[in-house]
């Protein structure tokens, strides 16, 4: 019901009460009795008034009860009625603050890692993402990304090798080629981080206590599982590249012949075409690597490292992506250093998603409340061939 109503009504009503006033005022000037005409058109007036006051007071009690029922509604009716994101928020907010238990659990949902696009956050779940794949260069080099709602062990296939086609005779049989598969166990493991929060940070409610969680978890998130990706996809790589020996860890000088940007070009080829096409075929290595790579030069005196020329997107070598990722090891002797090719090859797996813990006893004699993230997760590569290494020869 609209309150404009109401109000109309009220407008009205004021209009009939001041020609009664002047009525009544008439009368008594003229010395007139309530008698006849004058009596028939006070009654007609006061029977307005009655109308429009019983009108009025329906109304007004039609839109308080409205108002009751939404307030109820709000607090018992469905869920339905707010967005995912703005229940999530409320629900966090609350568990911070210490209204909704000692347990908060944040499924990750809906999140996709694409080499050189950002992610736009949305709710809790993709900011604490968001600032996972910011904080681990193999994440952000478009790795896949696998929610399972529970951790036990999955059997993946993984291809070692393809199919071929070959040359047939008119009648002859055609000669099977199959592609070659094998199996890798997908497991997760679990991992934990603490944080103590003061009470006046999780009491202000100008201090977004969501926010903070979301950037200390999901760095500590980035680092923990993009540590163990990168770990499975050294192991998973095959040799493309090996400087020569006496190279000190380095590529060798800039002016000699297979030394240097050869090498990259080498370690770029090694890769298949159909990798090397894909919107996740990218550079993977450290930052002393880099600065090392930075400085190496063409035949021409160019140098191979093409800065980004907008803000966000990623440095490029041969129009490839480069990713600086910590826990690549540094280039030195015997090392595999650079990493390059498909890293969709690469299934990140999160089990159950992110729980949160909240103690309030803990930090008691300092006035904190204590928060624990607990995630479960797991890598594994399922194309042998998507991944080559550059390595540093032994001296």
């Keep these: 019901m609209s309150a404009s109503l109401i109000a109309q009504l009220v407008e009205k009503r004021l209009k009939v009460w001041e020609q009664t006033k002047q009525h009544l005022d008439t009368v008594e000037k003229e010395g007139r009795e309530f008698t006849g005409e004058a009596d028939e058109t006070y009654k007609r007036l006061l029977g307005e008034l009655d109308g429009y006051d019983e009108r009025i007071a329906e109304l007004h009690a039609v839109e308080k009860r409205n108002k009751d029922f939404e307030a109820i509604r709000g607090q018992y009716g469905p869920a339905a009625a707010k967005t995912p994101e703005q229940t999530e928020a409320e629900n966090l907010r609350a568990f911070c603050r210490g209204e909704r238990g ?107 206590i969501s926010t903070y969680l979301a950037q200390w978890a999901g760095r500590e998130l980035g680092n923990d599982v993009g540590s163990n990706a990168v770990t499975v996809a050294l192991a998973a790589a095959s040799a493309g590249a090996t400087t020569a020996g006496g190279t000190a860890g380095g590529l060798g000088a800039q002016n000699t012949a297979d030394r240097g940007f050869d090498y990259l070009i080498t ?98 004699n300092k006035d904190v409340s204590t928060f624990r993230a607990i995630v479960r997760r797991g890598a594994v590569s399922v194309d042998a061939n998507a991944l080559k290494t550059l390595t540093q020869a032994a001296t």
């Design 267 to 364: 370690l770029f080829h090694s890769v298949l075409a159909p990798y090397r096409r894909r919107s996740s075929c990218s550079w993977l290595m450290a930052d002393p690597t880099a600065a090392m790579v930075r400085k190496v030069k063409s035949a021409d005196g160019v140098y191979v490292w093409e800065p980004a020329t907008q803000a966000g997107q990623p440095d490029l070598i041969l129009g490839k992506p480069v990713q600086i990722d910590t826990y690549v090891p540094d280039a030195a002797v015997s090392v595999e250093s650079i990493i390059f090719g498909d890293f969709s090859s690469l299934k990140v797996r999160i089990a159950g998603g992110v729980r949160f813990e909240r103690s309030d006893d803990a930090g008691f």
């Design 102 to 208: 000692k347990s908060y659990e944040v499924e990750l949902r809906d999140i996709t890692t694409t080499a050189g696009a950002g992610l736009i956050p949305q709710g809790f779940h993709n900011e604490l993402w968001q600032y996972a794949v910011e904080e681990s260069g193999i994440l952000s080099a478009g790795v896949d990304v696998w929610n399972t709602t529970s951790g036990e062990q999955i059997k993946v296939p993984r291809v070692t090798a393809y199919s071929t086609v070959a040359d047939i005779t008119e009648g002859v049989a055609i000669t099977e080629s199959d592609p070659t598969f094998s199996s890798v166990n997908s497991d997760v493991s679990k991992r934990g981080y603490l944080i103590e929060v003061p009470t006046e940070f999780i009491q202000d409610s100008a201090f977004n």
